[in-house]
């Protein structure tokens, strides 16, 4: 039926559903980013489709990325009403995690996250063995 002959969408869509898989367009997506530790990839206006198999829900994104630098983040992208990190500096939420974990303050944090070159979890420990 479906191996080496012609397909159509239908044949295409019986076969998943033996399979047990389904696939679900996601409609009016704007934007898709994917942040490394260095870098964005900017997907504007991507089509997005969710494919469930047995339980396992992925996310396919059909797109031409604009890649950039994590520092280039627009600045009304963070117009959050509180201070920003600097666009050289850690993410926000870097910040935010250490000021909680090692209960110390902004600039404590931000010390901290230089010395463990944007590490989170480095800054944390180095913040609760240097106390003891």
Known sequence: MIPGG???ARQMEQMMRRLGMTSEPIPD?????????????VFQKPEVTALTVQGVRTYQVVGQPVIRARS????????????AAAPSGPPEEDIRLVMDQAN???EEALEALFQA?????EAI????TRSR
């Open 6 to 8: 012609p397909r159509n």
């Open 29 to 41: 997506v704007e934007e898709v980013i994917v942040r490394t530790r260095s870098k964005e990839h």
């Open 72 to 83: 280039a983040v627009p600045p009304t992208e963070s117009s959050g009403g509180s201070a």
């Open 104 to 106: 110390v303050s902004r």
């Open 117 to 121: 070159k944007g590490e989170p979890a």
């Open 125 to 128: 420990m180095k913040i609760l």
